[in-house]
């Protein structure tokens, strides 16, 4: 090799290695990114299917929100402002160690509490109570993305039931749910279909914010890190739990409940065992909550 | 009213990490390179990254915890951008420290004892003898690895040449990348390869034994088992010549598997005119020394291509997906964190169906 070809070839592979002493803005590097976004952009064009993609190892555990953090990471930029919510709560561990970590690796993002700022929200198991915006976009982190393994463990089989739209056994299932439990007895992550062509997995957020998926205005990104799949839910796209005419589907109960904080009657809430062993509901969504809060402060001076 | 909602998520673990970090009983990095070897090499193995010095960190950083230091290095590791890929690295051209074979009492070149703990007596070293000998002991001069160095044929070459091994496919196909596309199955036989060779040594062990013991059909044999350092190159981006990068240690197993009759009986090949009975065969192999996972991966491999094979070995995607310790062990340890939603909406079920049968009950009560 001349002096001259090794001259030419020795920038371009500095360039490539990147700066070993630094991440990458967002941790991932640019090229992992391009592959998360196509897997998005693939997802988005095909409501409710699930797209394989090489998913990385993350500095958190698998299980733990590595698939939405890794279409968070591919997806911000610095004008971005995030919010983190795990099991409703901004405040939850998991929660702000996902935040810390995006604050650390993307320089430039604002993180907040109010779902309203927010252009990005990560989740675990939960959707603001308030309607989201089509400014927004919403990141749900899924543990099981395969909707169908509940009645069929192999990926090799399940693919091939979405792929023919053949959803005789999860109809059967749920007929047998009633007979033997006298409803469907899925609790959070029930069933949908989204577009009327493919029964997804929501993750498991409450039945309670099933409708919240449906058309909504803001765009829903699905990621599962462990189990390598992506998908989506584009802005206002039918999602509609999987019921029967005389079993229609129900949401979670808080008849006679409230809010020990706000009051709220038309939450989700948090069942509490205090102390005393006295039993009290709280708004599960504490952002939300500590809003109607300061609104009642004002209010009232 | 009056309840006021449990905060201060962010304080808590900065406590806890800083219980951790003024922990004054870390590991000296180098130290567990040189005296915790065979760990090294399984954090290496299940890490997927060739770096004793990285991998001896990770360890310390770790308390010593091998999936947690096979975290480690996997995030770390996932930040590194792919600038290519090496030449295929063919085993016989290997720089053996150790060798052996349990088909043929001799083989050409020899069987090589090497360093191993097999027929060591395990007791434990309570009156320091073995320490003071190895004190007393000047350390080995390395040997200087150079083009000298013996070559052995391959066991398994002496098999094919006879027609008793099906032959190697000398198709080069571009082998999967399980780090950039999502296994699905029935997946390539190089994505299994890669799977089981980033797989937990004990799951891997595990259902090595249980194809031993009979669950499913594999009567494994070894018919070559070798351990040494391994040339690894690149083909020169300009040149097109390959260079030698460096050489990494590794053991490579190949596995005979020699059932006779029904499933996993030797497959029948050459057509029904000249039937030939050949055997089965396994590959395995481990980063480092890790021997116990190269072998129980020649088993899973071996069972795995025995056609009509059944048994949890031979079972693809229960081993494939399920052998990953950063997947098995973040999901498991994930039932740590707040389901306080998802249980709320389990409790309202089974509620709601308690409230129903009361019911029932109830009116049974009333009509008698």
Known sequence: MTAEQQESATPQLTALAGNPEAYNYAFLDEVSKREIRRALLKAVAIPGYQVPFGSREMPIARGWGSGGLQVTLATIGPDDTLKVIDQGTDAGVNAVNIRRLVERTAPGVTTTYNTAEATLIQSRHRFPEEPLRDDQIMVLQVPLPEPLRMVEPRESVTRQLHAEADYTRVWVHLYEDVITNGEISRAAGYPVLVNKRYIMSPSPIPRWDIAKLHQSASLTLLGAGREKRIYAVPPYTDVIPLDFEDYPFRVESFVGKHCARCGATDTYLDEIIIDNGERLYACSDTAHCDERLAAHAGGNA | ?368
């Open chain 2, 1 to 368: 009213m009056g309840y006021t909602a449990v905060k201060g998520g962010l304080d808590a673990i900065l406590a806890a990490e800083a219980l951790i970090s003024n922990s004054t009983d870390r590991l000296d990095p180098s130290q567990v390179e040189r005296g915790a070897q065979l760990l090294v090499d399984q954090v290496m193995g299940e890490g997927g990254l060739y770096a004793p010095s990285l991998a001896a960190l990770a360890i310390a950083q770790a308390e010593g915890d091998p999936i947690e230091a096979a975290f480690l290095l996997r995030a770390y590791r996932s930040t590194l951008p792919r600038l290519g890929y090496t030449l295929p690295a063919d085993g016989r051209r290997m720089r053996v420290v150790r060798r052996i074979s349990s088909t043929f009492k001799d083989i050409p070149g020899g069987q090589l004892l090497g360093r191993t703990r097999d027929y060591t007596q395990r007791l434990l070293d309570l009156d320091g003898r073995i320490a003071a000998k190895m004190q007393a002991n000047t350390p080995a001069v390395p040997t200087a690895i150079d083009d000298e160095w013996p070559s052995f044929p391959s066991v398994i070459d002496m098999l094919r040449e006879e027609g008793l091994v099906a032959p190697a496919s000398d198709e080069l196909t571009e082998p999967a990348d399980i780090t950039r596309d999502a296994l699905r199955f029935p997946a390539p036989r190089s994505a299994r390869l890669q799977a089981l060779a980033r797989g937990e040594t004990g799951f891997i062990v595990a259902v090595g034994y249980s194809a031993q013991r009979g669950m499913g059909a594999a009567h494994p044999t070894i018919a070559e088992l070798r351990s040494g350092e391994l040339p690894i190159q690149i083909q020169h981006p300009l040149t097109h010549d390959p260079v030698t990068l460096g050489r990494i240690h590794l053991t490579e197993v190949e596995m005979i598997n020699h059932t006779a009759g029904g499933v996993g009986g030797a497959t029948i090949v050459g057509g029904e005119e000249t039937p030939a009975v050949q055997f089965d065969l396994g590959y395995g192999m481990a980063l480092g020394r890790n021997e116990r996972k190269a072998i129980a991966m020649s088993i899973i491999d071996a069972s795995m291509n025995i056609a009509g094979n059944s048994g949890p070995a031979a079972d693809e995607e229960f081993v494939l997906s399920h052998c990953d310790s950063l997947e098995s062990s973040g999901f498991v340890e994930h039932l740590k964190l707040p389901h306080y939603v998802t249980f709320q909406s389990a409790l309202d079920r089974v509620r709601f169906r308690r409230l129903a049968e009361l019911s029932k009950q109830d009116k049974s009560h009333s009509v008698g």
